[in-house]
């Protein structure tokens, strides 16, 4: 998540989303929003964002599951 400029209020509302539409909802709007920080897509960071970007589908996945 700290590869996109202000990040910090989706983070918040992601980790306390306990429904699907909401956490959908956030992520969508990070992704639309924000943009990334420069040289976040360089090598070394490509593997943490795939890491990050794996552990909001899960989570999503999860808040899906439960419904």
Do not use: D, P
């Not at 992601?14 to 909401?22: F, S, T």
């Not at 709007?29 to 976040?40: I, N, W």
């Not at 593997?47 to 989570?59: F, T």
């Amino acid at each position: 998540m700290t590869f996109f400029t202000n990040s910090k209020k989706y983070a918040k509302k992601i980790k306390k989303a306990e429904k699907c539409v909401v956490y959908e909802n956030t992520v969508r709007e990070l992704f639309s929003c924000e943009q990334f920080k420069k040289g976040a897509e360089a090598k070394g960071h490509q593997v943490n964002m795939v890491q990050s970007l794996r552990r909001l589908y899960e989570k999503w996945r999860y808040l899906c599951i439960k419904r």
